[in-house]
């Protein structure tokens, strides 16, 4: 796989294809949005939302959540907001996503499977991780968002002319569905 994508690369390089591409490291609109990694969205979430190279900052993980106030989503929101001049954040979940429901015992037990030990396991606690919460999944992402939403506009390090929204993108249509405020 590795082989293919660098074969692929010398071949855009080659012909100048980064040409269309070329752009600032500050967004254009002014906006980072958090999201998914989910593989249905890397072009239907720009492209539903009239977004190209250039234009936001994009921060995606599994679910699309803040699972640490003071992690690297918010870092990253914070480096935007500060030093590239973001005034827009918008939280994007979507449907059918792959964190609702996902349960910590049966990803731990993958691991046991993959040949990671007990010992390495029971060290997550002694290191003061509540392994498993940390690895559970969401059970509504409506919720998710939302509680998301409140957490940045509640955040002691994010200005309050900073604005704050939060959607459910659909995984098929790309329908932007506004999630309700609490
Ligand atoms: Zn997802």
Request: aromatic letters at 6%; proline letters at 3%; hydrophobic letters at 40%.
């Amino acid at each position: 796989m590795i082989e293919e994508i660098l074969e692929y690369n010398r071949k855009f390089v080659q012909d100048e294809n980064y040409k269309a591409y070329v752009t600032s490291k500050y967004p254009d609109k002014k906006l980072a949005i958090l999201s998914c990694m989910d593989t249905r969205l890397t072009e239907l979430l720009p492209a539903a939302m009239g977004l190209k190279n250039g234009d936001v900052k994009i921060i995606k993980n599994a679910g699309g959540v803040i699972s640490n106030p003071f992690g690297s989503v918010v870092r990253s929101l914070l480096i935007a907001i500060f030093e590239l001049g973001v005034e827009t954040i918008l939280v994007v979940g979507h449907t059918d996503c792959g964190v609702q429901h996902m349960d910590s015992k049966a990803m731990i037990g993958h691991m046991k499977e993959r040949g990671i030990s007990q010992e390495s396991l029971d060290m997550m606690g002694y290191c003061g991780i509540d392994f498993e919460r940390w690895l559970r999944g969401f059970d509504d992402v409506d919720t998710s968002v939302r509680e998301t939403v409140d957490l940045l506009r509640n955040h002691p390090l994010i200005p309050d002319d900073i604005q704050v929204g939060g959607f459910v993108i659909d995984t098929v249509t790309g329908e932007l569905m506004p999630v309700s405020e609490k």
